[in-house]
């Protein structure tokens, strides 16, 4: 296999792409994978050491609370994410330390104050993210890694979708960070993305 940014060969790699091919539709599977992809870019291009293969599984696997086998009905969707990640890795035989750090990355992808000397994943898990929801820091990349990205790994209308999930994780859940997200503007940022445009 050639590898790419937006592609990881181990077993862990694998297995977790196989799984969130699973259980997200195409639309979240390739928003997890350019998540991926923009935050390995931003750390290439800044010089941001990071263990690879954590952040691949963390972001291949963030999004999986907000879908209805992992729905939590009382945990925010980024910590039933997290436990989803924990469950994983020691299914893989990962470390006890190890597995909750994937646990860690995926819950603190939903903040913003992880600096990258702090916590390298997780603060490249948010900018990925950010960039892939949002489009902020976006026209920081070069157009001709973009271009390519979004042909590989196309959107398939996955703001509106994304933003229909985080407003009922936000209706069902107050308290949760979701709907902060939702109360301050999630609707006109993610509108105004212009990975869309």
């Known amino acids: 296999m050639t590898r790419t940014l937006y592609e990881l060969d181990s077993r862990a790699a694998r297995s977790a792409f196989e799984t969130a091919s699973e259980y997200a539709d195409a ?4 928003h997890s994978v350019r998540s991926y992809a923009f935050a390995a870019e931003y750390a290439r291009e800044r010089g941001i050491a ?4 954590l952040l691949y599984v963390s972001a291949l696997l963030h999004d999986l609370g907000l879908t209805a086998p992992f729905d939590s009905h009382t945990l925010p969707f980024e910590e039933a994410g997290g436990h989803v990640a924990r469950v994983f890795t020691a299914g893989l035989g990962w470390a006890p330390a190890r597995r909750a750090r994937a646990q860690e990355v995926i819950v603190l992808h939903m903040r913003d104050d992880v600096g990258a000397a702090e916590d390298a994943e997780s603060h ?4 990925g993210t950010s960039a892939d929801v949002s489009g902020l820091r976006v026209t920081e990349f070069d157009p001709s890694f973009t271009a390519a990205l979004l042909a590989a790994h196309p959107r398939l209308g996955f703001g509106a979708a994304f933003l229909a999930l985080v407003e009922d994780q936000a209706a069902r859940k107050p308290a949760c960070a979701a709907a902060a997200y939702v109360a301050g503007g999630a609707a ?9 445009h």
Do not use: C, K, M, S
């Not at 990071?50 to 293969?53: F, G, I, M, Q």
């Open 188 to 196: 006109a940022r993610i509108g105004a993305n212009p990975l869309d």
């Open 27 to 30: 639309a979240l599977l390739n």
């Open 124 to 127: 490249l898990l948010q900018v």
């Open 50 to 53: 990071y263990d690879e293969e």
